[in-house]
């Protein structure tokens, strides 16, 4: 087991200094043509010098407010410094994730942090927008004066269907070269049609049914651990989940690090459970409700008829379910905000293999509201796995975590699920990515000028900063950058706008050097104030551009921590 303790560790990666990427050369400028002299030379104007650069920093007064980040500064037009409160071995994986994307400064004044920036993006990646029809698709071409390697495909169409079944009709007519998320029953389907490709992704995921506990009586202990005996986990992945799919008992993924064997979740026991309940005056005569958004996910394969199952589970012991369906981007603000009464269907997938990624931001110290109150003491064991760099030290405070969500039972973790993409044959460079990042970038639609991608559900916006669905992330992945990133169909930090970076021995402070000449859509050019001004207008929360689309910023709080200037 320890093998798989280790897998996709990240403290051995983000302790390496980043190797330096290969850059595009800058053209060498050519010499003015020779004039021929005036008869009567006159003193030629003097051009105004270009305005010096005024690095940007911002740096909170003391750790006390209870966050990770203490200061960030440019140091000069081409390096960004973090220090940081306390060490943290998983820094440059949070750096690489979509949500940290950078922004041009200038851009974000105008926009105000919110509005325009929200439905037209400005980034450096290899695609630019070119339109944005609510409700039918989504246009990126390629961006001319990309840095890096251009993009294949002349153009990019994101469009969009919830059912399964209608993205393999129109795989399979030719209408869309890929598509993600097979349905169950149409892997096989496609491995045996020649003209199709099947991609499928490892189960790094976790389907879970969330309870807030701010709620009675979802606020009892002993009643949220009866609800996890409730369920028949076993029968859900046999009946709605495709192959590589397997029963979650525990939150974390077998295959990354913070998975703990010797910690195992309740036993389905519906006697017991509704013993329980009984003993605890929620029976008889309970009645609640399943909400959930329909929109396929590689964790929630057909979220529909799963909601049905676990309505008909808790029937058989006796509580009465009422489902409920809310539109995605309502339902996702809405449990983020810790507004769900009764049950909430959710999941998450891996952005990246470290359990930082999926206890910390869950159940950590800057958690969202969903489950409702958080615990201090699994904060406490979070904290001291998250600080440590060395495998060995960290793996018990991982045991202890999970076994005190055992024992609070903020969710119910029902399975890990196996999905896939899949392409037309013809598409050279297709791939599934662990992370679920798919690069549209190096793939080639059998020299057609245009790729045409179709997925679950249409964006809910593209400042990605205030997002958390895999809709938006994957269109933001096409346009804008971050520091690092992940490579193509990997789950390994490698140098993006940043060609290279590197910590001090005590993993507390993170330099980060930046590409020369990176330019973004709208011309303007990188530097270290576009950096510290994308960060900050997460970080800070009385900042003015600390808008977004909603202002939760999930991602940032769950990564970092507190909120800089937080309302208490």
């Not at 799919?245 to 979740?265: H, K, L, N, R």
Request: proline share 8%.
């Amino acid at each position: 087991m320890k093998s798989l303790r280790i897998f996709g560790l990240l403290a051995a990666v983000v302790l390496v200094i980043g190797l330096v990427s290969a850059c595009r050369p800058t053209p060498t400028p050519t010499a003015p043509p020779t004039q021929a002299p005036t008869e009567a030379p006159t003193e030629a104007p003097t051009a105004a010098p270009p305005p010096a650069f005024e690095p940007l920093s911002h740096a909170a007064e003391s750790c006390e407010y209870g966050g990770e980040l203490l200061s960030i500064e440019a140091i000069d037009e081409l390096t960004v410094r973090f220090t940081l409160c306390y060490p943290d071995p998983a820094f440059p994986s949070k750096v690489a994730f979509s949500a940290l994307d950078i922004n041009d400064a200038d851009y974000l004044w105008e926009t105000g942090g919110g509005g325009e920036l929200v439905e037209r993006p400005n980034g450096t990646g290899p695609y630019m927008l070119q339109a944005w029809n609510r409700g039918s698709e989504l246009v990126m071409t390629r961006y001319d004066g990309y840095w890096g390697t251009p993009a294949i495909a002349k153009t990019l169409v994101f469009r969009w269907n919830a059912e399964a079944a209608a993205r393999l009709v129109e795989l399979q007519a030719g209408t869309v070269d890929g598509i993600d998320n097979p349905g169950s029953d149409d892997f096989e389907v496609i491995e045996n049609d020649p003209n199709l490709a099947l991609y499928e992704r490892p189960g790094t995921n976790i389907f879970y049914l969330g309870m807030n506990n701010t709620y009675p009586p979802f606020d009892n202990e002993r009643v949220r651990q009866a609800f996890a005996m409730a369920i028949d986990k076993q029968r859900i992945v046999d009946n709605f989940y495709p192959r590589g799919s397997i029963v979650a008992d525990q939150f974390m993924p077998p295959s990354i690090f913070g998975y703990t064997p010797e910690v195992t979740w309740w036993e389905y026991n519906p006697d017991m459970a509704r013993q329980i309940l009984e003993e605890e005056g929620v029976l008889p005569g309970f009645r609640t409700t399943i909400t959930y958004r329909d929109v396929v996910r590689g964790y929630l394969p057909e979220p529909g008829v799963v909601a049905q199952d676990i309505q008909a589970q808790l029937a058989a012991i006796g509580v009465t379910v009422d489902i409920v369906v809310m539109e995605s981007g309502a339902f996702l603000d809405a449990a983020d905000a810790g507004q769900i009464d009764g049950f909430h269907m959710l999941g998450w997938g891996a952005d990246f293999p470290d359990a930082v990624n999926f206890l910390d931001f869950h159940f950590g110290r800057g958690a969202s509201a969903q489950f409702g109150n958080g615990f201090p003491d699994i904060w406490e064991a979070l904290e001291a796995g998250a600080s440590l760099a060395d495998p060995e030290e960290r793996y018990p405070y991982y045991v202890r975590a999970n076994e005190l969500i055992r024992q609070h039972v903020p969710m119910i973790p029902i399975a890990h699920g196996g999905s896939a993409t899949a392409f037309r044959a013809d598409v050279l460079g297709a791939h599934s990515s662990p992370l679920g990042n798919e690069y549209f970038a190096v793939m080639d639609p059998g020299g057609r000028d245009q790729l045409v991608w179709m997925q679950n559900a249409e964006p809910i916006g593209l400042y990605c900063a205030d997002e958390t669905d895999g809709e938006s992330l994957r269109a933001c992945e096409q346009m804008l950058e971050p520091l690092l990133t992940y490579e193509i169909a990997g789950a390994t930090v490698v140098p993006a706008l940043a060609e290279r970076w590197e910590a001090s021995d005590d993993l507390t402070v993170w330099t980060f050097y930046l590409r020369p000449g990176v330019t973004f859509h709208n011309g303007a050019t990188l530097d270290a104030n576009d950096v510290v001004l994308s960060y900050v207008a997460q970080w800070d929360a009385a900042h003015p551009l600390h808008v977004g689309r909603d202002g939760n910023f999930t991602y940032f709080s769950g990564f970092f921590g507190a909120f800089l200037h937080a309302e208490q």
